[in-house]
T-cell receptor, first 114, second 117 residues
Framework: ELKVEQNPLFLSMQEGKNYTIYCNYS?????LYWYRQDPGKSLESLFV?????AVKQEGRLMASLDTKARLSTLHITAAVHDLSATYFC??????????????FGKGTLLTVNP | GAVVSQHPSWVICKSGTSVKIECRSL??????MFWYRQFPKQSLMLMAT?????????EQGVEKDKFLINHASLTLSTLTVTSAHPEDSSFYIC?????????????FGQGTRLTVV
């Protein structure tokens, strides 16, 4: 059974600081996704990482994937208040067919303080 | 990105009644749709995987007679919560993936906040 572990689960940081959220998973997969969720809202896709060594950046967020280490990171640079949200990583797994289902981490609640 | 529309956004119903939630892929055909449930401050829990024209595959512990899923076309899946009870109150989210493509991301609906009173 695929397990996805995210840490930290809670992150309180000051504006302007840098930090990294980690996502480890237990079985082989080369597809990993990062999502953002605001309170009361659904998921917003941030990054799709489809191969080993993939690195993607959007604004103050950068995500990377190391499939050999089964590790993805979401790096936050010079945080601003607008980044406050819950961030989820999710990993693809097959179910013996073409029904790829996502297994989610528990999420990281990020609070950026002035 | 592709658009998945979920309706209604919120619903309040009385205990014992049934509620239907629709999930539509607006600009693509979805081979597979997924239904998730999310409790406050928790992660998404997969309830079932829905394939067009076939029976849904339910995750362990999810009552298939209580959560009826129908995937009648490549653009529509419905989740019906039957004989709803207050403990069914939750945030329900659907997602869909492209037909005929692998290695594509899943697109998520806006979610439905169900409150059973």
């Amino acid at each position: 059974e695929l397990k996805v572990e995210q840490n930290p689960l809670f992150l309180s940081m000051q504006e302007g600081k840098n930090y990294t959220i980690y996502c480890n998973y237990s079985t082989t997969s080369d597809r990993l996704y990062w999502y953002r969720q605001d309170p009361g809202k659904s998921l917003e896709s941030l990054f799709v990482l489809l191969s080993n060594g993939a690195v993607k950046q959007e604004g103050r967020l950068m995500a990377s994937l190391d499939t050999k280490a089964r590790l993805s990171t979401l790096h936050i640079t010079a945080a601003v208040h607008d980044l406050s949200a819950t961030y989820f990583c999710a990993v693809d797994s097959t179910r013996g067919g073409s029904n790829y289902k996502l297994t989610f981490g528990k999420g990281t609640l990020l609070t950026v303080n002035p | 990105g592709a658009v998945v529309s979920q309706h209604p956004s919120w619903v309040i119903c009385k205990s014992g009644t049934s509620v239907k939630i629709e999930c539509r892929s607006l600009d693509f055909q979805a081979t597979t749709m997924f239904w998730y449930r999310q409790f406050p401050k928790q992660s998404l829990m997969l309830m079932a995987t829905s394939n067009e024209g076939s029976k849904a595959t339910y995750e362990q512990g999810v009552e298939k007679d209580k959560f009826l899923i129908n995937h009648a076309s490549l653009t529509l899946s419905t989740l019906t919560v039957t004989s709803a009870h207050p403990e069914d109150s939750s945030f329900y989210i659907c997602s869909a993936r492209y037909r005929g493509r692998v290695n594509t991301e899943a697109f998520f609906g806006q979610g439905t906040r169900l409150t059973v009173v």
